[in-house]
């Protein structure tokens, strides 16, 4: 079974995008599912990745981390971004996908450094682990 596309709706997703609304708000306004819009807008979109501050050049995030040497943190603070911001803006300019982490990186997920983690009775990863030592007994 195929859908009818509504051309008229489509069309007025168009013209909403280039006013500057998001694909949410549109879908909002259209009444239908903001993966439709996405959809019918295709190419128009903006591409996937962190969205980039206007403000912060790409050249002053590589400058920071690799001449500075500073942390994501450090960048953050300077640039008024969030670390996780600088972190993936910085991955997203040099092209370093996350599978490509190693044990080491400043950035790496502590169990990558080598601690251990061990899951939770929830599902949750817990923080490095340390040999228990027996209490003793009360005399």
């Known amino acids: 079974m195929t859908r009818k596309t509504d051309e008229g709706k ?19 306004r259209l009444g239908v599912d903001p993966r439709t819009v996405q959809r019918w807008l295709g190419d128009a979109t903006r591409p996937r990745g ?3 501050r206007p403000d912060v ?3 002053k995030i590589v400058e920071l981390r690799e001449r500075e ?15 996780t ?10 092209g370093r996908p996350r599978a490509e982490r190693k044990p080491g990186d400043q950035d790496a997920p502590p169990h990558a450094n080598g601690a251990a983690h061990t899951p939770s ?3 949750q990863v817990t923080g490095p682990t340390t040999p228990s030592t027996p209490i003793p007994a009360p005399d």
């Open 10 to 28: 489509r069309a007025q997703a168009r013209q909403l995008y280039a006013t500057t609304l998001t694909t949410r708000a549109i879908a909002a």
């Open 50 to 52: 962190p969205r980039k």
């Open 57 to 59: 050049p790409d050249s």
């Open 69 to 83: 040497g500073l942390s994501f943190a450090a960048i953050a603070a300077l640039t008024g971004m969030s670390a």
């Open 85 to 94: 911001g600088a972190r993936n803006r910085y991955w997203a300019i040099t």
């Open 121 to 123: 009775s929830t599902g």
